[in-house]
């Protein structure tokens, strides 16, 4: 895989040309997916249960080998490589984990430089320069076993083992669905934290929808046999569903998801002179998702809020109806 294509930032494009899967039993899993994912997104994998969207993720580093149509990171083939090798260039996330109880946070980080043969000192700065990326500081944790760690801790170590060889591709099946929803959402924010740093090409299977619309840069909704349902971006999704089996998935409530991903902007805003005393309204900033904005003034009682640029400037004011309409 050395001679995969790759963007400046290290990540591959993914191509699936009309993959499908048919197992021997018959079944048919995946039917004719194609699906193009550009270098540095990420791209969640969406549907009911089993709709072939966990299938479709190991078909990616081939646990799973298609049956048939073609798979390309880059420019490159990879249905025809040696499986062992593009696995080690692929990094791989699972929900639960999988560390191995017996080496300690540091090895378990190291596993896929140290099959690769890198020298020694190389495998510990990478090792320790990631876990201080997913926020577990090496002085505290490198030196311990998995056991000696919560869940959530755990599932950091994971990606950071996944990342640990700098990887064109990054899979990730339900990664934080076996932590609590406290400890779920603040993985979450750890995760959009790195992949604004790293920006990798990340393909995430999950069944929750919120977790797709707070993570995904695009969502693809699959149906049964893997059949695409729509593939766009959450604000799109969530406001124009293309097919009556997306309008049924995301629900009843999508307005109030779409509100939750899409920012206060400026075609929003009204003069603050419309107002007699903007200067005592509630203050949000710019960029702020409008559910956000409707949860504070609702809070604060009031009908208006003063919105302000990065450098606090005020640039105008927002109205409930405004964000209640725009939704």
Request: charged share 25%; aromatic share 4%.
């Amino acid at each position: 895989m050395d001679g995969t294509a790759r963007d400046a930032g290290g990540a591959a494009a993914i191509t699936l040309t009309g993959i499908g899967k048919q197992f021997p039993d018959g079944t048919r899993a995946v039917r004719d997916l194609s699906l193009r994912i550009p270098a540095g997104e990420l791209v969640v994998l969406i549907g009911p249960s089993g709709c072939g969207k966990s299938t479709v993720l190991r078909m990616i580093n081939r646990l799973i080998e298609p049956t048939s149509g073609r798979i390309l990171l880059g420019d490159e083939d990879v249905t025809g490589v040696d499986p062992v090798r593009l696995r080690r260039r692929i990094g791989y996330v699972i929900q639960h984990v999988g560390l191995f109880p017996h080496q300690t946070i540091r090895a378990n980080v190291a596993t896929v430089p140290r099959l690769l043969g890198w020298p020694r000192d190389q495998i510990r700065r990478r090792a320790d320069e990631l876990l201080d990326l997913v926020g577990l500081e090496p002085s505290r944790y490198a030196k311990r076993y998995p056991h000696e760690l919560s869940g959530g801790q755990r599932q950091r170590v994971g990606v950071a083992r996944a990342l640990a060889a700098d990887p064109v591709v990054l899979l990730m099946d339900e990664p934080f669905s076996a932590v609590d929803p406290i400890v779920r959402g603040r993985l979450q924010e750890e995760f959009l934290r790195l992949q604004a740093e790293v920006r990798k090409t990340i393909v995430l299977v999950t069944h929750d929808l919120d977790e797709a619309v707070r993570l995904g840069d695009r969502i693809a909704v699959l149906s049964e046999g893997g059949h695409l349902e729509q593939y766009a971006d959450p604000t799109t999704l969530l406001g124009q569903p293309a097919t009556g089996f997306v309008r049924e998935f995301v629900g009843a409530d999508r307005a109030i998801r779409r509100l939750a991903v899409t920012p206060v902007d400026r075609d929003l805003l009204e003069p603050e002179a419309d107002l007699p005393d903007p200067a005592g309204l509630p203050t949000l900033t710019l960029g702020v998702s409008r559910y956000d904005a409707l949860a504070r003034l609702l809070a604060d009682g009031t009908e208006h809020g003063r919105v302000v640029d990065v450098a606090g400037h005020p640039v105008g004011v927002v109205s409930r109806r405004r964000l209640l309409d725009a939704g």
